[in-house]
Nanobody
Framework: QVQLVESGGGLVQPGGSLKLSCTTS????????MRWYRQAPGKERELVAT????????NYADSVKDRFTISRDNAVNTVYLQMNSLKPEDTAVYYC???????????WGQGTQVTVSS
């Protein structure tokens, strides 16, 4: 059974930092492109960051560029999102997504809440 479990969310003040983790099981992690999405209430789900299966390339939404860093550790089947200089507009549920590099097969985690507020 494939599972993606996000963790690390919580309440943080503007300017603070959080590090999210997404640990996977039941799949061959090195065959999957990993992405972080976020969704605020009443808004569409937004792509935040992407990392290739090997970690050789990364991409970010303009709204988080230079503040967030996506990384992965294939030895422990985990993708991370380091979030610095957080702003209130970063408040959302953050979701981990895995897409197989050779097919459209994809999986989602349950999400973790990030709230940026003073």
């Amino acid at each position: 059974q494939v599972q993606l479990v996000e963790s690390g969310g919580g309440l943080v003040q503007p300017g603070g930092s959080l590090k999210l983790s997404c640990t996977t099981s039941g799949l061959t992690f090195s065959n999957y492109r990993m992405r972080w999405y976020r969704q605020a209430p009443g808004k569409e789900r937004e792509l935040v960051a992407t990392i290739t299966s090997t970690g050789s390339r990364v991409n970010y939404a303009d709204s988080v560029k230079d503040r967030f860093t996506i990384s992965r550790d294939n030895a422990v089947n985990t993708v991370y999102l380091q979030m610095n200089s957080l702003k209130p507009e970063d408040t959302a549920v953050y979701y981990c997504n895995a897409q197989h590099i050779y097919s459209a097969t994809g999986y989602w985690g349950q999400g973790t809440q990030v709230t940026v507020s003073s």
